[in-house]
Nanobody, 128 residues
Framework: EVQLVESGGGLVQAGGSLRLSCAAS????????IGWFRQAPGKEREGVSC????????YYADSVKGRFTISVDNAKNTVYLQMNSLKPEDTAVYHC?????????????????????WGQGTQVTVSS
C-alpha cells in the first residue's frame, strides 16, 4: 500500500523557518521523483519543488527559489523541504506526491499503481 506521510508543519512568524518531512512506503522509492505541492484556501494547487530520488536533480517554483531547499535521504525513504525566510503567502496545506515537469511547471504525477492516493498534508501558517 502506497503511503506518503507529511509532517513538520506549524505556525511560524514571517522570516522564520520550518522543515517538512515526507516519509514514503509501499513502492520502490527511487523509481519516482517526489515533490511538494501546496494549496491555500481559494487558490489553485501549486507545485513548489521536485527532486529526483535517483540522481538528486532538483526543481523549484520561482516563488520559492532561494528560500526553500528540497533534499532526500534514500536510506530513510524520506524527502525533506527546508523552508527559510517564510512569508505569509507561503501559508497553505503542503502535500508530497510523485512529481514531474510540464512546460517548466512542477506537476503531480499519478502512477497507475497508486490509484488516487493523496496524503493528509501538513498545515503551514506564517503570521505577519
Amino acid at each position: 500500500e502506497v503511503q506518503l506521510v507529511e509532517s513538520g508543519g506549524g505556525l511560524v512568524q514571517a522570516g522564520g523557518s520550518l522543515r517538512l518531512s515526507c516519509a514514503a512506503s509501499g513502492f520502490t522509492f527511487d523509481d519516482y521523483a517526489i515533490g511538494w505541492f501546496r494549496q491555500a484556501p481559494g487558490k489553485e494547487r501549486e507545485g513548489v519543488s521536485c527532486i529526483s530520488t535517483s540522481d538528486g536533480s532538483t526543481y523549484y517554483a520561482d516563488s520559492v527559489k532561494g528560500r526553500f531547499t528540497i533534499s532526500v535521504d534514500n536510506a530513510k525513504n524520506t524527502v525533506y523541504l527546508q523552508m527559510n525566510s517564510l512569508k505569509p503567502e507561503d501559508t497553505a496545506v503542503y502535500h508530497c506526491a510523485a512529481c514531474g515537469l510540464a512546460d517548466n511547471t512542477i506537476v503531480v504525477v499519478t502512477p497507475s499503481r497508486w490509484g488516487d492516493y493523496w496524503g493528509q498534508g501538513t498545515q503551514v501558517t506564517v503570521s505577519s
